[in-house]
């Protein structure tokens, strides 16, 4: 079956710009969640999605918000952008309960200028 | 509230030598643990999972890790490193409220010297 999709892999940005990233997770699956990657913080949680609902949201700013579609589908948002956003973004696709894996995507990876 | 300790950023290993990477849970309650491999710009992949079942966990390309509850630990090991094992490993614990939510320690980098 087919596996989790991010679009676009590369983003390049200017700092104030916004952006929007997309993941379709694994047909079936009804949580989505999604990691910030850097190389000074690591993987770091940024928000959960399930049946549309976002369960769990991490210690990210209000900049940082996104949604999920009544098909699963996922969409992040990061406005304003500054250069300390630059990371990547990897979207995680699960059946939603924790002893479950997770599936990831191959990221976005996305660079502020 | 649960959290993740990998001892190690990075580790060098020859090839055809064992492979012992660390990982140390902390958790309130019985965790749910996992092991991922991400290679260069790639996402994460599952090596294996723990979930209250076996304490001994076999996973895909000839890893294996072992629960050790008086440890509060989850070392991932393979007998015999090979040249495709070079990534970066991640121990994560899955989080146990009311949503799906990985923890995951901060990583260890393997080389796999010839």
Redesign the interface.
């Known amino acids: 079956k087919a596996g989790?999709t991010?679009t676009p892999r590369y983003l390049i940005k200017t700092r104030g710009q916004q952006v929007t990233l997309s993941c379709s997770p694994i047909s079936g699956h009804r949580?989505v969640?999604w990691?910030q990657q850097t190389p000074g913080q690591?993987?770091q949680?940024l928000f959960?999605y399930?049946s549309e609902t976002q369960?769990?949201k991490g210690n990210f700013p209000g900049r940082f918000s996104g949604r999920q579609f009544s098909n699963s589908r996922s969409e992040m948002n990061v406005s304003t952008l500054e250069l300390g956003d630059s990371a990547l973004y990897?979207c995680?696709s699960?059946l939603?309960?924790?002893?479950?894996?997770?599936?990831?995507?191959?990221?976005t990876?996305l660079t502020v200028v | 509230a649960q959290s993740v300790t990998q001892l190690g950023s990075h580790v060098s290993v020859s090839e055809g030598a064992l492979v012992l990477l660390r990982c140390n849970y902390s958790s309130s309650v019985p965790p749910?643990l996992?092991w991922?491999v991400q290679y260069p710009?790639?996402?994460?992949?599952?090596l294996l999972?723990y979930?209250?079942a076996a304490t001994l966990v076999k996973g895909i390309n000839g890893f294996e890790a072992e629960f050790k509850k008086s440890e509060t630990s989850f070392h991932l090991t393979k007998p015999s490193a090979h040249m495709s094992d070079a990534a970066e490993y991640?121990c994560a614990v899955?989080?146990?409220?009311?949503?799906?939510?990985?923890?995951?320690?901060?990583?260890t980098r393997l080389l796999v010297r010839p």
């Open positions: 989790v991010q949580s969640s990691y690591g993987l949680f959960e399930f369960r769990n990897l995680a699960s939603g309960s924790p002893n479950t894996e997770a599936f990831f995507g191959q990221g990876r | 749910y996992f991922y710009n790639q996402g994460l992949q599952l999972k979930t209250s991640f899955s989080s146990m409220d009311s949503s799906y939510k990985l923890i995951f320690g901060s990583g």
